[in-house]
């Protein structure tokens, strides 16, 4: 079994900078790849970015694209998402997650593990 723990949340001023660690342990943990989704109060989860876990190859939300940037650690099996110019419409719970198959890395159904979540507050 996967689990994984976020850390790296909070309160930011509009302009600032977080980053967002995902730690995974598990018997054996090599994933196709990894991502990140956030959820916004009364809306779906969404994708925010994705990292192949044994190659090069990242992938980004057009609404993040340029500003966030993810990256990983193979030895320490974690992923870090660095998040520079926040705004407002970023404030969410960010979630990251790894597939146990090879699918889609922009679906959230291609997904099977799931972190508990960390919450990000943007102000104005």
């Known amino acids: 079994q996967v689990q994984l723990v976020e850390s790296g949340g909070g309160l930011v001023q509009a302009g600032g900078s977080l980053r967002l660690s995902c730690a995974a342990s598990g018997r054996t943990f090599s994933p196709y790849f990894m991502g990140w989704f956030r959820q916004a109060p009364g809306k779906e989860r969404e994708f925010v970015a994705s990292?192949?876990?044994?190659?090069?190859?990242?992938y980004y939300a057009d609404s993040v694209k340029g500003r966030f940037t993810i990256s990983k650690d193979n030895a320490k099996n974690t992923v870090y998402l660095q998040m520079s110019s926040l705004k407002p419409e970023d404030t969410a719970v960010y979630y990251c997650a790894a597939p146990r198959a090879f699918g889609s890395v922009l679906h959230r159904a291609t997904y099977d593990y799931w972190g508990q979540g960390t919450q990000v507050t943007v102000s104005s």
């Open positions: 990292i192949i876990w044994s190659g090069p190859g990242t």
